[in-house]
């Protein structure tokens, strides 16, 4: 009964099942992992202390920034040049922006500086000179941004001295020296333009080390990996056995093997051209006879 499964058709189909529900099954053990390993992230960071509050250390050392070294106090010497505006960034549910300076260092490079938050719009903003002359800063260490940093503003076309992104690879394009991969921001701002004090900017968490919205992301992409292959097994299931119930009712003579050599349904009506009408053969013998009467009388 089940020798259809030796067909060149079905050869395909098992093979499809065959190779898809391990492809399904170990993605959805990836997705898996990939949280899990959130979590265990998550867990070690609750269990270290808080990275502020441990020694600082000369930047340097804690190059490159990791999950480790994020958020650790780091010491950097040199001075203040080149002033930039990031704007569009949310502190205490209020809409401000960060004023970033560049700590030129005596290595060349120029380490980025968020020494406060401001309300308000960016644009034509008074803001606080930076410190002139050499000066010595310990600020909590965080990687450069990405597209996927909150407040991060890709869209282009800011005026000019601000950024959207606090990240190397962006100011690296308006400043002629080279620039760290990392950036800090001061645990005290100093007096703002109008005798308010800038707002200190909060050190964030690494990304990936806490129970976010993409750590649900992927346990949900796991039920979904599973629930593909439990569809395809189920879908196997169910076409073999309308398979083995249609070569059944074959071999039971419910329905014949060849659709075409069906019988003829008696109830059709009859072709009124067939040979077989004796009308269409023979002719109505009650007619005239053409060819007499159209023989003329002499």
Not at 104 to 122: F, H, M, N, Q
Not at 205 to 211: N, T
Not at 248 to 275: K, N, Q
Request: proline share 10%; with cysteine.
């Amino acid at each position: 009964m089940y020798r259809f499964l030796l067909t060149p058709r079905w050869w395909g189909i098992n093979l499809f099942v065959v190779l898809a529900i391990p492809f399904c099954v170990f993605m959805g053990t990836w997705q898996l992992g990939r949280f899990e390993d959130r979590v265990q992230s998550h867990e070690q960071a609750e269990k270290q202390p808080d990275p502020s509050t441990r020694t600082a250390k000369p930047l340097d050392e804690l190059l490159p920034v990791d999950k480790v070294t994020s958020g650790r106090p780091a010491v950097a010497t040199g001075t203040y040049a080149d002033q930039f505006l990031v704007p569009g960034r949310e502190l205490d549910d209020r809409q401000g922006f960060y004023v970033l300076n560049m700590l030129r260092t005596d290595s060349g490079k120029a380490l980025p500086v968020v020494r406060g938050w401001l309300p308000g719009s960016a644009s034509d903003a008074r803001v606080p000179a930076a410190p002139e002359g050499e000066v010595t800063v310990t600020g909590d260490l965080q990687a450069s941004e990405n597209t996927n940093s909150d407040g991060v503003d890709v869209r282009g076309g800011l005026p000019r001295g601000q950024v959207g992104m606090i990240s190397a690879a962006t100011l690296v394009n308006l400043v002629p020296y080279d620039v760290y991969d990392a950036w800090v921001t001061l645990p005290e701002a100093g007096a703002g333009a109008t005798g308010g004090a800038m707002k200190p900017v909060p050190a964030a968490a690494p990304q990936g080390s806490g129970l976010d919205l993409k750590a649900f992301q992927n346990l949900g992409y796991t039920g979904e990996w599973f629930v593909f292959a439990g569809f395809v097994l189920f879908m196997w299931f169910r076409l073999v056995r309308r398979e083995a119930e249609a070569v059944r009712d074959i071999a039971l003579g419910l329905v014949p093997e060849d659709p075409a050599a069906a019988p003829e349904d008696p109830s059709s009506p009859e072709d009124p051209s067939s040979p077989e009408d004796p009308s269409a053969s023979q002719g109505d013998p009650s007619a005239p006879d053409h060819d007499v009467a159209s023989t003329p009388v002499r």
